[in-house]
């Protein structure tokens, strides 16, 4: 990483930003001299390098430290820093949401924030994060929408841009997906009303929610024809 980091410095149209996994060490003072972003700057600083920190953005509302469920405060989501000596290119480093996907539980207590949404009262409950639906362009020319990695409209290579952002205007599940459609759940729960009901029973988001029920490419091909027939 260390080593990307200088190198983006000779590429002024780029704007290199990095993740990281949420960890305990985002509740704390310490988290630019622990972990993993403390190895980076160590590393920055045996090259010669000091890091300047140029803001830092908190998550919204408070948090639950993992290690200490009781404890509950800030969490650091976001910041920007530079190297000392060139603060006109800085870095972005952003921490990772994993738990509204229910996958958190699969990582080690003190490497994820988990949070218990409140389960939709209705199917037509809207998640307020929305569903991002914008062109994602993976490194073997796939394009895909950014929050449903599992629906590909075609390659670069083969299709063309065009082509494909054609195919994603005109789909009508991409459409209600945009829209978080309140029929969407209605239809998945005709087909497969068990998989839906223990969704929605775990408090999963609408937006997230939806990604789980995407999984499934029998029910994507089934929301789809029936958006089909149900659309003017």
């Known amino acids: 990483i260390a080593n990307i980091l200088e190198a983006a410095l000779e590429f002024p149209d780029i704007q290199l930003s990095l993740q990281h996994k949420q960890s305990s060490d985002n509740f704390s003072k310490h988290f630019f001299s622990r972990g993993g972003v ?37 969490l650091l989501r976001e910041a920007i820093f530079s190297l000392a000596a060139k ?6 480093l952003f921490s990772s949401t994993i738990d509204p996907f229910g996958r958190a539980e699969l990582l080690d207590p003190s490497e994820y924030v988990h949070e218990v949404n409140p389960p939709p009262t209705s199917s037509s409950e809207v998640d307020p994060n929305g569903f991002d639906t914008d062109p994602m362009f993976w490194l073997d020319g796939r394009i895909t929408p950014f929050a449903a990695a599992h629906l590909t409209y075609g390659t670069i290579q083969g299709d063309g841009l065009e082509v494909v952002l054609s195919r994603m205007h005109k789909d009508p599940l991409l459409s209600a997906l945009a829209r978080q459609d309140p029929r969407l759940l209605e239809i998945a729960r005709e087909w497969n009303p068990k998989r839906v009901n223990n969704l929605v029973r775990k408090g999963i988001r609408m937006g997230p929610l939806l990604v789980c029920l995407l999984e499934a490419a029998e029910l994507r091909l089934y929301l789809t024809e029936k958006l089909l027939e149900i659309t003017p």
Do not use: M, W
């Open 87 to 92: 603060p006109q290119r800085p870095f972005q």
């Open 38 to 74: 403390g190895r980076l700057i160590r590393t920055l600083g045996q090259r010669g390098h000091q890091i300047a920190i140029h803001g830092t953005t908190p998550a919204l509302g408070v948090k639950r430290l993992p290690t200490n469920p009781d404890t509950s405060g800030p």
